[in-house]
């Protein structure tokens, strides 16, 4: 499903974050930022162990990246040219400001993604698989959040990277109405 805002592309697809090759691709990391499950695994596999050297280094000089917030390394061996590494919140029922967290990690990868000068982006759905954030909650903080950031700033596509046909159908219904 593609959408036109404003003169920004917005597209869900059903794919394989790791073949992208808009200029970034984001990565649903953890806070240690040195690989994991999930698309993590899939992302510093596909990127070879470049990632992995330019995370140590994020994580000498800053230690930690706290939840919502994003840091930027090569894409190492994949088409993209840069992966957003962001620790999205794990769901723990709601009252632990999970909500407005997945908003920062969404919003802060956008705004990495300007100041570095890239054009389009790629997304999975963050913190919906193993942090277990209810999909239709996450789809509409995450449309929202990009309809709001490309509404200000100028990109040239936004595109989901929906691993399963099911929630591809998700984000579908959720832009159909927001
Ligand atoms: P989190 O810990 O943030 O929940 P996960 O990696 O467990 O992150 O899951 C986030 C989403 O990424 C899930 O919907 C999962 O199915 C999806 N996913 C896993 N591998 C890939 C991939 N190669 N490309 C796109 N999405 C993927």
């Not at 992208?20 to 993590?40: F, K, R, W």
């Not at 994020?58 to 061996?77: D, F, H, L, M, S």
């Given at each position: 499903?593609?959408?036109?805002?404003?003169?920004?592309?917005?597209?869900?697809?059903?794919g394989?974050?790791?073949?992208?090759?808009?200029?970034?691709?984001?990565?649903?990391?953890?806070?240690?930022?040195?690989?994991?499950?999930?698309?993590?695994?899939?992302?510093?596999?596909?990127?070879?162990?470049?990632?992995?050297?330019?995370?140590?280094?994020?994580?000498?000089?800053?230690?930690?990246?706290?939840?919502?917030?994003?840091?930027?390394t090569?894409g190492?061996?994949?088409?993209?040219?840069?992966?957003i590494?962001?620790?999205?919140?794990?769901?723990?029922?709601?009252?632990?400001?999970?909500?407005?967290?997945?908003?920062?990690?969404?919003?802060?990868?956008?705004?990495?993604?300007?100041?570095?000068?890239?054009?389009?982006?790629?997304?999975?759905?963050?913190?919906?698989?193993?942090?277990?954030?209810?999909?239709?909650?996450?789809?509409?903080?995450?449309?929202?959040t990009?309809?709001?950031?490309?509404?200000?700033?100028?990109?040239?596509?936004?595109?989901?990277?929906?691993?399963?046909?099911?929630?591809?159908?998700?984000?579908?219904?959720?832009?159909?109405?927001?």
């Amino acid at each position: 499903m593609e959408k036109m805002i404003g003169k920004t592309r917005l597209n869900l697809i059903q794919g394989d974050i790791t073949l992208q090759e808009t200029g970034a691709i984001v990565n649903a990391a953890n806070t240690g930022l040195l690989g994991g499950g999930g698309v993590d695994g899939a992302i510093h596999r596909a990127g070879g162990p470049e990632i992995r050297e330019e995370c140590k280094k994020i994580r000498a000089k800053q230690g930690k990246c706290p939840t919502g917030e994003a840091v930027i390394t090569t894409g190492g061996n994949m088409a993209t040219g840069h992966v957003i590494h962001t620790p999205g919140p794990v769901w723990h029922g709601g009252n632990r400001n999970e909500e407005q967290l997945l908003r920062n990690s969404y919003y802060n990868c956008l705004n990495l993604a300007k100041e570095n000068g890239i054009k389009s982006i790629s997304f999975p759905s963050i913190s919906t698989g193993v942090y277990r954030f209810p999909i239709d909650k996450a789809a509409r903080i995450a449309l929202t959040t990009v309809k709001e950031f490309i509404q200000e700033h100028k990109l040239e596509e936004v595109r989901f990277v929906l691993f399963s046909e099911k929630d591809l159908k998700v984000y579908e219904e959720v832009l159909k109405d927001c």
